[in-house]
């Protein structure tokens, strides 16, 4: 079938790239070997260099290494964006492990399946996160537990009395405290400091392409997470490959905000800042002020975000005295820019805003807009090196333009499978045309010009302000409630999130009237991330079931659909 798009393909640019025999960490090593000096990372005015960044996680590599980290071991990586969070990330693959990054989100009861599943011993976290984590240890069984804890203080990486040292009011409290170190029942703690003086001898490094690099988990329509086994190629072509798309040099500033440990803050922003040896100016989370501040003090010129952030800076009341001139590219996914928000960036700043599409399976971006052809609210064309078709999901015959089906992706930034998941595997890939292709689970459709646009969904998932939440783990979490007989979770239409989380709750007999929507609402908050709390909680006496017993969640969702 022609592909309509490489009339519209940037003409400075290979359709496909060639990747070099090297791991993720020679990114870093060559960086730093080129660029001492530069500045690799800047967190509250305090930067750190190229030569610096490497140094710290060869130092942590080689305490990893010391406590007993080998090839292919998981670590769990737990904390917000911040400087410790890029060089334990380096030193683990350093160590030839295996990153684990979770979500600082998640409370202890989610968190125990990130120490069971990828059978982790070491994780290393930041204070605020560092109790739950023992918490959700001392509740496994000893053979699960983790036997090294390292913790860091966020303020380890700054100085809160320098002029610019100084976070948002709302945010003092979280970040300059300096959090006790936990116990584990049967394991070691270490502080970040104590962890990285050392003189210890480091390994060989001994992983490459093909070696497992990166573990990062997905929900699905049922049960846990799953960990998507991304080995060094895939996030080394699609680090080149945005790299390439945007222009990037080493004189890149980009704006680190989305969150590095979800697959696009840690690919299309660490990974391709690193490649480049760009300077990564790193917000630990949102705040539309502190981000007009830093664009314009350290002349950002890049900024991959989520439409809700850039809605939120132009809507700062103090938007007037920041200097975005220094911009030359923004775009992000997760969500569709509304096109009067477009409109505005491009005829008051000369921008345009790049939306993209990925999955923690292809390594972030599958498809992107090309810089000099975007098309609004639109998910671009099949990425460097990609071949994505629209198919029927029952027939897998391929649609022609205009036609909606499922999206489906080949190419090397398509993960190997899902970890200890032979069947979810094989039910995630058909084979077309003689390759195997990633079923996305995503519906859509492809225009005359060979872009993509999103129409819908196979599978179940709420996308609240660009995260993704998956029903069927919100709907097991709150059946541990003692009230809880049945729960079905729904979206709910949100003016600025898009989309929000309801869960239409069945009570059991003996609590009907002791127990309020509210009650319910702050037991969620307690044990799960506050992203996947329910905002509405509505009580009935029984949800709509089919003929065979199971619930009919979507006759739920058409009813609130239609409110």
């Known amino acids: ?44 005015g305090r930067v750190l260099s190229y030569a610096q960044l490497q140094e710290q996680a060869e130092r942590l590599a080689a305490r990893l290494h010391a406590l007993g980290v080998r090839k292919g071991d998981r670590v769990l990586l737990d904390m917000q964006n911040c400087p410790q969070l890029v060089i334990a990330h380096f030193a683990i693959l350093r160590a030839n492990a295996v990153v684990v990054p979770v979500n600082p ?12 599943d990828p059978d982790a011993r070491v994780a290393i976290v930041t204070g605020d996160v560092a109790e739950d984590l023992a918490k959700a240890d001392a509740a496994l069984p000893a053979a699960y537990q983790l036997a090294h804890l390292i913790v860091t203080q966020y303020t380890d990486a700054f100085d809160p009395a320098s002029d610019e040292g100084t976070p948002p009011a709302a945010w003092r409290d979280w970040l300059l405290a300096r959090h006790p170190l936990p116990a584990l029942e049967q394991g070691q703690v270490l502080a970040w400091t104590e962890a990285l003086a050392n003189y210890l001898p480091l390994p060989e490094l001994a ?10 988990y997905t929900s699905g329509t049922t049960g846990l997470p799953k960990g998507c086994m991304h080995p060094h190629r895939s996030l080394m ?5 945005s790299a390439a798309w945007g222009n990037g040099t080493a004189d890149n500033v980009a704006l680190l905000v989305v969150p590095m440990f979800h697959i696009t803050g840690m690919v299309s922003v660490l990974h391709t800042a690193i490649w480049l040896a760009g300077t990564l100016v790193v917000m630990p989370r949102w705040d539309r002020d502190l981000a007009g501040r830093l664009i314009s003090r350290w002349k950002v010129t890049t900024w991959t975000n989520i439409p809700t952030m ?3 800076l132009l809507g700062s009341p103090h938007f007037d005295q920041y200097d975005l001139s220094s911009l030359v590219h923004i775009g992000g996914g997760g969500a569709a820019m509304p096109q009067a928000v477009a409109q505005r960036l491009l005829e008051q700043f000369g921008l345009r805003y790049v939306e993209g599409y990925g999955l923690t399976e292809t390594a972030a971006p599958s498809h992107s ?9 639109c998910l671009g064309v099949p990425f460097m090196s990609c071949d994505a078709r629209v198919v029927d999901p029952e027939t897998l015959q391929e649609m022609p333009p205009g036609e909606q089906g499922e999206i489906v ?8 499978g899902y970890w200890k998941r032979p069947e979810a595997t094989a039910a995630a890939f058909i084979e077309f045309e003689g390759k195997r292709f990633f079923r996305s689970g995503d519906l859509g459709r492809m225009d005359e010009d060979g872009y993509f646009f999103l129409t819908d969904r196979l599978k179940r998932m709420i996308n609240a302000s660009g995260f993704k939440v998956w029903p069927a783990e919100v709907e097991a979490l709150m059946f541990r409630h003692p009230a809880i007989q049945e729960a079905c979770v729904i979206a709910a239409r949100d003016a600025y999130r898009g989309e929000t989380v309801k869960a239409v709750v069945v009570l059991r007999a003996a609590h009907k009237g002791q127990v309020s929507e509210q009650d319910i609402v702050d037991w969620c908050r307690e044990n799960m991330a506050v992203y996947k709390v329910p905002r509405i909680v509505q009580f009935v006496d029984a949800l709509p079931k089919s003929g065979s017993g199971k619930v009919m969640w979507r006759s739920l969702q058409e009813a609130e659909a239609r409110q």
């Open 237 to 241: 072509h699609n680090a080149m490959a």
């Open 369 to 377: 807009n090309p810089h000099e052809a975007p098309k609004q609210q």
């Open 310 to 312: 850039v809605i939120d």
């Open 105 to 116: 989100m998640n409370r202890a009861e989610e968190l125990k399946h990130y120490i069971t």
């Open 207 to 216: 992983v490459g392409p093909d070696d497992l690099a990166v573990l990062p």
């Open 409 to 416: 992706i080949h190419g090397p930034m398509v993960f190997d």
């Open 1 to 44: 079938m022609p592909r309509p798009h490489h009339r519209f393909w940037p003409k400075r640019l290979p359709h496909a790239l060639t990747l070099p025999k090297t791991s993720l960490w020679d990114n870093l090593a060559t960086s730093a070997r080129r660029f001492p000096d530069k500045a690799a990372l800047v967190f509250f």
